[in-house]
């Protein structure tokens, strides 16, 4: 069966600091990929898909992520994070076939500390 | 992108009974899907929820536990029957516009089974 895994579980970042989350899933064909974010008492919201083309993917709030399929990864980052970007971070993928059903990791814990 | 609001936010109820949620979007969509994540723990899909048919169930969700209904192209329901501890989860409601393979997701309801 196709899964997604996130590495890490929980993050702590000063502000400022640079931010990369990992994704890796397991599934020889075509993805679609995503990333959510939960902040806290909201729900979640889409924060970046890559479907197709150019691999480098730019999401809102300044953040963006990279397929690289060779490694079955879709890796979130974030050049300098701020305290607001406290929240929890979800990747999911979408397997060819699966009729837009998603697959989602974990999830990471990020906390930014002022 | 949808506005999607779910009935209701949050219940506690007793073990033995069942709860019926509904899920509402501001527009038609294409797919809607219902989902679970349960404390600590990552989303997993319960089932699609198909528009005038029986819904389809993912493994290990049947349609005794969890019967959905979708009269139309912009509601559905999820009912948790007989509930035990175990299905004290969040249930969120997820929906799929037009051709786009991007999904959005409810706000969410929190249930508490006692």
């Known amino acids: 069966a196709q899964s997604v895994s996130q590495h890490n579980h929980h993050v702590i970042l000063s502000e400022a600091a640079s931010l990369e989350l990992g994704c890796n899933y397991s599934?020889?064909?075509?993805?679609?990929l995503f990333w959510y974010v939960q902040y806290p008492g909201q729900h979640l919201q889409l924060l970046l898909k890559y479907f197709s083309g150019d691999p480098l993917v730019k999401g809102i709030k300044g953040f963006e992520a990279e397929f690289i399929k060779s490694k079955f990864s879709f890796n979130l980052r974030k050049p300098s994070v701020q305290w607001s970007d406290t929240a929890e971070y979800f990747c999911?993928?979408?397997?060819?076939?699966?009729?837009?059903?998603?697959?989602f990791g974990t999830g990471t814990q990020l906390k930014v500390e002022l | 992108s949808a506005v999607i609001s779910q009935k209701p936010s949050r219940d506690i109820c007793q073990r033995g009974t069942s709860l019926t949620i509904q899920c509402q979007v501001d527009s038609q969509v294409t797919m809607m899907f219902w989902y679970r994540q349960q404390p600590g723990q990552s989303l997993t899909l319960i089932a699609t929820?198909?528009?005038?048919?029986?819904?389809?169930?993912e493994s290990g969700f049947v349609i005794d536990k969890f019967p959905i209904s979708r009269p139309n192209l912009t509601f559905s329901t999820l009912t948790v029957s007989n509930m035990s501890p175990e299905d004290s989860s969040i249930y969120l409601c997820?929906?799929?516009?037009?051709?786009?393979?991007?999904?959005?997701f409810g706000p969410g309801t929190r249930l508490t089974v006692t």
């Open positions: 929820a198909n528009q005038g048919s029986e819904a389809t169930y």
């Open positions: 997820s929906v799929v516009t037009g051709q786009s393979h991007e999904q959005y």
């Open positions: 999911a993928v979408g397997f060819t076939g699966g009729g837009n059903k998603l697959t």
């Open positions: 599934y020889g064909g075509t993805v679609n």
